[in-house]
């Protein structure tokens, strides 16, 4: 496994060299990672297809794995337009040379807090949201609620924090063992959760219900979950 740059505290970027690790370092740090990818790329078959022209977001496509898995994952997600959107150049980059030869896929370099979604079927946020600052996730999720077609869906997978400091101390503990049983080092884990201090901001499972209840959402709950990290369905 390939390491991440040692960065100072409160440092992180997903720029520099951090594309060309970013993969395999996501694996070693995020359970489920790869069966969320599974269940996002399933779940998207109920929401696409039929006669009219669809269209799918992914929102922070990062080196375009994803993207790359749902734009090809059936029939309905290969006649679907997909619009991978990330804000650091060198992930753009990397995410259009992974979907590179896909005709139903475009990748645009552009804020979330500031771009104008098309109407659309299908958006995701994969490791995404929880990037943002509570104030503007709110304001994001209400314009992706806006874009959506009614009946149209948005996953979002993000950590969480726990209901209280007992077990916040305890899902953070096994989680670093996670980490660590998958090969990363103590002074790997803490080099990045320091890198992460403030960049990172994260809220509770009810949090995140009251906002996408406010974004106008009309159903939404969890779909997958394992110690902080939590992925969930709305429907508009």
């Known amino acids: ?86 804000r650091e150049a060198a992930m753009v980059k990397a995410a259009r040379e992974h979907c590179a030869g896909l005709d139903n896929v475009e990748v645009v370099e552009g804020d979330l807090t500031a771009i104008a979604f098309q109407q659309c079927d299908f958006v995701v946020a994969y490791l995404t949201m929880h990037f943002l600052p509570p104030g503007l996730r709110r304001e994001v999720l209400r314009r992706i609620c806006q874009a959506l077609r009614p009946g149209g869906a948005f996953f979002m997978f993000d950590k969480v924090l726990a209901p209280g400091a007992q077990l916040e101390d305890l899902i953070t503990t096994l989680h670093y063992r996670f980490k660590r049983n998958a090969g990363l080092s103590p002074e790997e884990i803490l080099n990045k959760k320091e890198s992460l201090l403030g960049v990172l901001q994260p809220v509770s499972t009810d949090d995140n219900l009251v906002l996408l209840g406010e974004a106008g959402f009309a159903s939404y709950g969890t779909i997958l979950k394992y110690l902080a990290f939590e992925g969930f369905i709305a429907i508009k």
Request: aromatic share 8%; with cysteine.
């Open 1 to 86: 496994m390939t390491s991440l740059p040692i960065t100072s505290p409160g440092s992180w970027v997903f720029s520099g060299d951090v594309p060309a690790v970013f993969v395999d370092h996501a694996r070693h740090s995020v359970p489920l990672y790869d069966a969320g990818h599974d269940l996002v790329c399933d779940l998207s078959t109920c929401f696409l297809g039929g006669d009219q022209p669809r269209v799918g977001y992914e929102l922070g496509s990062a080196t375009g794995q994803l993207l790359h898995r749902l734009a090809t994952h059936s029939p309905a997600n290969s006649a679907t337009h997909w619009i991978g959107v990330d």
